[in-house]
């Protein structure tokens, strides 16, 4: 016989807490619920709330050469996950895109990706730079984050815009 008696019929010693029978945790009423969408990541969340009007961020694939000293928030799981394209579209719906700046093979080795990119961010300025160039232009970015892309060229650096 167990020393340790739970009394269910008894009040929570904190009188803003409530039992939840059906899972035997304690939540608490004063607080509110955590985030309910959009990015749940905090690091992204922090890193998005940090942009200002004309700072660049990269959206890269895994196999993308990231810098020693830069701001990286490192998604990659396992291979495919999570997809390049469910971090752009996660970031585009938090964020004011100006414009873009795509590798200019991206249109010949992945077409189809190419054209998801441009749906995604929609009526936006797009400039296409041979890969090398763009990897120069993007030394200077505000931040990085990586996905587990595998595809051809699945980078992004993306000029904030401003919401007013």
Not at 38 to 51: D, Q, T
Request: hydrophobic share 40%.
């Amino acid at each position: 016989m167990s020393r340790y008696i739970r009394d269910e019929g008894t009040a929570p010693a904190d009188p803003l807490s409530r039992r939840d029978s059906t899972r035997g945790r304690t939540q608490r009423k004063d607080l509110g619920p955590m985030k309910k969408g959009g990015i749940l990541n905090p690091a992204i969340c922090s890193l998005l709330a940090e942009l200002g009007h004309l700072d660049e961020l990269l959206i890269v694939d895994a196999g993308y050469p990231l810098p020693q000293d830069g701001h990286v928030i490192d998604l990659t799981l396992t291979p495919g996950i999570p997809r390049f394209l469910d971090v752009l579209r996660a970031v585009a719906e938090e964020l004011v895109i100006e414009s873009i700046t795509l590798a200019s093979e991206i249109s010949e080795y992945s077409p189809k990706l190419h054209q998801e990119i441009l749906k995604i961010v929609g009526d936006v300025d797009v400039d296409e730079v041979p890969h090398i160039e763009f990897k120069e232009q993007s030394e200077g970015v505000k931040g990085i984050i990586r996905s587990a892309e595998f595809t051809p060229y699945a980078n992004v650096r993306i000029l904030c815009g401003s919401a007013f």
